[in-house]
């Protein structure tokens, strides 16, 4: 798989990427106050999807061009834009983050959300993304937070497919330490804001697990159907031994991060 569109996920995306609004909210503050929209007025987000990033930045003021290679996600991003009266503040087409359609030095900022991940030439994405980003300008790598998933239903999934002789592979980028390794070996000065946003979601198991069911995560579009089924009935039967019943929520803790990247 050379990148992954998140066509097929669609109707469950955003509700399955929830986060914490107060500290969503302090976290685009603070970039207002290191990236003013007075000199940092043009903004590209690749990976836009359905505008979850670009329309509360636009709302800040920015001017914010968006690409994706979802057709179903820009769709829902042109409803949104059109009913948030937004549309003098957001473009976007769809686009492949390798080669963008763009000149040099387009975009005063460039802000990427868990893009990297998922395109398997990511340090070509980042190549292109440093490209269309003026000289003197910036690059944000955000993390929202983990939303509906449960880590350790994740590990546990990958290994019952692993144990049927599925391994799944990493499309992109393992880390965001790589991602951010990369730019700074391309000239750029890194600044890692942690710990700042964090809250403790509170999610339940059926819920977790019929998002799991439904595909709704990347990692779960990678097994073929018949993995895929046999690792869910067996999650399911695991957690009811474990914890009785579905309706059991877990705690897990979460925070929304950001790497700053300026160019030198």
């Given at each position: 798989?050379?990148?992954?569109?998140?066509?097929?996920?669609?109707?469950?995306?955003?509700?399955?990427?929830?986060?914490?609004?107060?500290?969503?909210?302090?976290?685009?503050?603070?970039?207002?106050?290191?990236?003013?929209?007075?000199?940092?007025?043009?903004?590209?987000?690749?990976?836009?999807?359905?505008?979850?990033?670009?329309?509360?930045?636009?709302?800040?003021?920015?001017?914010?061009?968006?690409?994706?290679?979802?057709?179903?996600?820009?769709?829902?991003?042109?409803?949104?834009?059109?009913?948030?009266?937004?549309?003098?503040?957001?473009?976007?087409?769809?686009?492949?983050?390798?080669?963008?359609?763009?000149?040099?030095?387009?975009?005063?900022?460039?802000?990427?959300?868990?893009?990297?991940?998922f395109i398997h030439d990511w340090k070509r994405a980042a190549d292109e993304m440093l490209?269309?980003?003026?000289?003197r300008g910036a690059v944000v790598l955000m993390h929202t937070g983990g939303g509906t998933e449960v880590p350790f239903l994740n590990d546990r999934y990958?290994?019952?497919?692993?144990?049927?002789?599925?391994?799944?592979?990493?499309?992109?980028?393992?880390?965001?330490?790589?991602?951010?390794?990369?730019?700074?070996?391309?000239?750029?000065?890194?600044?890692?804001?942690?710990?700042?946003?964090?809250?403790?979601?509170?999610?339940?198991?059926?819920?977790?697990?019929?998002?799991?069911?439904?595909?709704?995560?990347?990692?779960?579009?990678?097994?073929?159907?018949?993995?895929?089924?046999?690792?869910?009935?067996?999650?399911?039967?695991?957690?009811?031994?474990?914890?009785?019943?579905?309706?059991?929520?877990?705690?897990?803790?979460?925070?929304?991060?950001?790497?700053?990247?300026?160019?030198?």
């Amino acid at each position: 798989m050379r990148s992954l569109s998140f066509d097929g996920m669609v109707e469950l995306y955003d509700e399955t990427r929830v986060f914490d609004k107060g500290c969503f909210d302090s976290a685009l503050d603070f970039l207002v106050t290191q990236f003013p929209p007075t000199h940092f007025h043009n903004v590209f987000e690749p990976g836009a999807g359905t505008g979850r990033i670009a329309i509360p930045l636009a709302q800040r003021g920015y001017h914010v061009t968006g690409v994706d290679i979802a057709e179903g996600m820009l769709a829902i991003l042109q409803r949104r834009v059109a009913q948030s009266r937004l549309t003098a503040k957001i473009s976007f087409q769809q686009a492949d983050a390798t080669d963008l359609p763009f000149p040099d030095g387009t975009f005063d900022m460039g802000i990427a959300v868990h893009l990297f991940y998922f395109i398997h030439d990511w340090k070509r994405a980042a190549d292109e993304m440093l490209r269309v980003v003026r000289n003197r300008g910036a690059v944000v790598l955000m993390h929202t937070g983990g939303g509906t998933e449960v880590p350790f239903l994740n590990d546990r999934y990958k290994s019952l497919c692993a144990e049927r002789g599925h391994p799944l592979q990493e499309i992109g980028a393992k880390s965001t330490r790589d991602v951010v390794d990369y730019f700074e070996h391309l000239g750029c000065r890194a600044e890692w804001i942690r710990d700042r946003w964090t809250w403790t979601a509170r999610i339940a198991l059926q819920k977790a697990l019929d998002y799991m069911k439904a595909r709704a995560y990347s990692f779960t579009t990678l097994a073929s159907d018949e993995v895929h089924s046999l690792a869910i009935r067996r999650l399911e039967f695991e957690l009811k031994q474990q914890f009785g019943n579905l309706a059991a929520e877990v705690e897990v803790p979460n925070q929304i991060y950001l790497v700053l990247l300026r160019r030198q």
